[in-house]
Structure formats: structure tokens, C-alpha cells
T-cell receptor
Framework: DVKVTQSSRYLVKRTGEKVFLECVQD?????MFWYRQDPGLGLRLIYF???????EKGDIPEGYSVSREKKERFSLILESASTNQTSMYLC????????????????FGAGSRLTVL | KNEVEQSPQNLTAQEGEFITINCSYS?????LHWLQQHPGGGIVSLFM???GKKKHGRLIATINIQEKHSSLHITASHPRDSAVYIC???????????FGTGTRLQVFP
């Protein structure tokens, strides 16, 4: 059974803390994505990666960075967490060259709900 | 204007009813996606289609390319179908997916 695993389901952090959200997929997918989901808004793309060590900004990259040192792992980093980063964070992956997901099926992780106090 | 719009936002039904959720998009697409999100957050891909119709169990997805419209149907709905259903399509001048805000479905016994 294919899987995308996110390391933490629930996190509570304080303003200014550095936060790491980890995502691991076991499907040998080329593409990996980080989205955030907020009430009343659709999923919004933060960053994506189409290969090891490659990264591309999504629609809302401000305040975030990412790391992809290995094909199976894509990390989202909040350098200095702020209250407006309280959200549900979803990692996804897909097969296929070229990076973008329009014509590739996405497999999502269970989500990480982050609260920043 | 959101490039992907869903209706209705909320939907309640009695068990056994036929359900329709609609999705309209504003640009030509390579494929449209339907996704399901249960309480707790995890999202599952239901369908990816670029023409015609696809069926999986009690779920049917259709798409009309000329009208830029897709529908997700659930036949003989069941309380376990209660979830948020999301459609997504590539945006203008990009292959990145643009997600609708979702339709929250509640099916009561």
C-alpha cells in the first residue's frame, strides 16, 4: 500500500520557534509538494520539488523554506513561526517528470495540524 | 475570481439519496481531479479525468470540456460518505493545481 507519512499529526509551538515538518514517501515518486489548508480557502501550494535538491516556490512561500536531500523525504521549515502560520499542512507526492501535478495523481499524507501560540 | 468553483458549499442528505456536487473551472485543462477529505484531515484522490465519465463503486465523475464543468455523483449515499469533496484543475498558464474550497457532505441515517 503506497504511503506518504507525515511525522507529526499535531504540533503546538510558540511564536519565534523554528519548526520542522517532515514528509516521507515510499513510492519512489519524483514530485513532492507542501500545501497548507485554511477554512474557506482551497489548498494552497507552499513549495514543491521535482527532484532531489531541487525546489520551486509555490503560491505562498513567504515565511517557509524546504529541503529535499533524499528522494523520499521533503521537509518544510518555518524559520520563525508566527501565529498566522497556524494551519493544517499537507504533504503530497506524485509520479512523473516535470514537477507539476496537473496530469498526475496526487497521494497525500494525513496532515499536520500546527498551532502557533 | 477563483479559477475553480464548487457548489454547493454544504450539503446534507438522508441515507440512500442520490448526491451531486458540481465543479466549474475557467481555463482549458489537461485533467480535473476529485478528492475526498475525511474528518481528521487525510485526503484521498478519487478520480482524475479529462473527458467523459469514470465510475468507481457508487461514485461517478463526469466532465463536459466545452462547458468547463464537472460533476461528482454518489449513488445510494451512506453515512460513511460524509466528508469534504474537493475538485482541482490546473490554473491559467500553469500546470499547478488550483483547488476548490470543497463541498462538505453530511449523510444522516
Amino acid at each position: 500500500d503506497v504511503k506518504v507519512t507525515q511525522s507529526s499529526r499535531y504540533l503546538v509551538k510558540r511564536t519565534g520557534e523554528k519548526v520542522f515538518l517532515e514528509c516521507v514517501q515510499d513510492m519512489d515518486h519524483e514530485n513532492m509538494f507542501w500545501y497548507r489548508q485554511d477554512p474557506g480557502l482551497g489548498l494552497r501550494l507552499i513549495y514543491f520539488s521535482y527532484d532531489v535538491k531541487m525546489k520551486e516556490k509555490g503560491d505562498i512561500p513567504e515565511g517557509y523554506s524546504v529541503s529535499r536531500e533524499k528522494k523520499e523525504r521533503f521537509s518544510l521549515i518555518l524559520e520563525s513561526a508566527s501565529t498566522n502560520q497556524t494551519s493544517m499542512y499537507l504533504c503530497a507526492s506524485s509520479h512523473g517528470a516535470g514537477g507539476l501535478s496537473g496530469a498526475n495523481v496526487l497521494t497525500f499524507g494525513a496532515g499536520s495540524r500546527l498551532t502557533v501560540l | 475570481k477563483n479559477e475553480v468553483e464548487q457548489s454547493p458549499q454544504n450539503l446534507t442528505a438522508q441515507e440512500g439519496e442520490f448526491i451531486t456536487i458540481n465543479c466549474s473551472y475557467s481555463v482549458g485543462i489537461s485533467a480535473l481531479h476529485w478528492l475526498q477529505q475525511h474528518p481528521g484531515g487525510g485526503i484521498v484522490s478519487l478520480f482524475m479525468l479529462s473527458s467523459g465519465k469514470k465510475k468507481h463503486g457508487r461514485l461517478i465523475a463526469t466532465i463536459n470540456i466545452q462547458e468547463k464543468h464537472s460533476s461528482l455523483h454518489i449513488t445510494a449515499s451512506h453515512p460513511r460518505d460524509s466528508a469534504v469533496y474537493i475538485c482541482a484543475a490546473p490554473g491559467l498558464n500553469t500546470d499547478k493545481l488550483i483547488f476548490g474550497t470543497g463541498t462538505r457532505l453530511q449523510v444522516f441515517p
